[in-house]
């Protein structure tokens, strides 16, 4: 089935004609791994957000909740009270769409009703009423795979073949969320990394990415400042491995990813618009042989 190049809906658009977008991370909690209490501040993380718009963002991606491993639910309140006021001041700031990064549905209902446009699931919309949320609003969403849970996902996790097992996953969760009422052009898959999965896992799944996105549904990559990147190259701190992100995003782009999650949108541009000249170079030259 071949993809549209440019989708539509009521909260927004995205434009894929010149090759993967970014997608720009806004988080507005005090512990989440790299950004953790730089934008509890609303005028701060308006801001951020919009000079992540200005920097090339597609999509600005609001987690009111730590999803790092290790890490415990925050109450729908205390998300909605976090997240609500910057989506409502983004929304009238912007012209990109606007993600919630969300397993609950109460807080997604309320993000959307203040101008959110995307649901950003790590549970793969595993509550029915995210589901149904999703096809009466008309909003795309994206499905994230995890082994286990943020508290628990980063202990021991095993795979038959870890390739194989995501797709499996994550295609019948689309087909199911599909036959909810969610168009297929507004579903997304993210192979979850860093969310259950050794160093070794993630470099399999983004060695292997075309096999995910030969899949019919567009897929998302989340490789930003992750784990294994540090692990890769030494670096402890999250804010020093841009550089090994831009390699991950990289290669996300030339294996057929959609769109890429980063926290350093401006950086990423870069790498990001490299990455989609080769690959449309790539294109143009096995149309014309």
Known sequence: MKLRTKIEWSRGRLDFSRGAIL?????????????????????????????????????????????????????????????VPVIRALARSVNIPISIDTTDPETAAA???????????????????MVNLAAKEGVPVILMHMQGTPATMQKHPVYTDVTRDVCKFLLERAKNVESSGVPREHIFLDPGIGFGKTMDHNLQL???????????????????RKGFIGKLTGRVSASQRDFGTAAAVAISIARGASIVRVHNVEGMSDAAAVANAIVRAERTAKAES
């Open 111 to 129: 993000a959307i009703k203040a101008g959110a446009g995307i649901l950003n699931d790590i549970t793969a919309l595993a509550h029915p009423a």
């Open 23 to 83: 997608m720009g991370i806004l988080n507005v909690t005090p512990d989440s791994f790299s950004d953790g209490g730089l934008y509890l501040d609303i005028d701060a993380a308006v801001e951020h957000g919009i000079q992540m718009a200005n920097s090339g963002a597609a999509i600005i991606d609001i987690g009111a909740e730590s999803t790092r491993p290790g890490s415990q639910p925050v109450a729908p309140q205390e998300q909605i009270r976090r997240a």
């Open 206 to 224: 983004l060695n292997k990415l075309d096999v995910l996105c030969a899949s019919g549904y567009r897929v998302l990559a989340g490789p930003s």
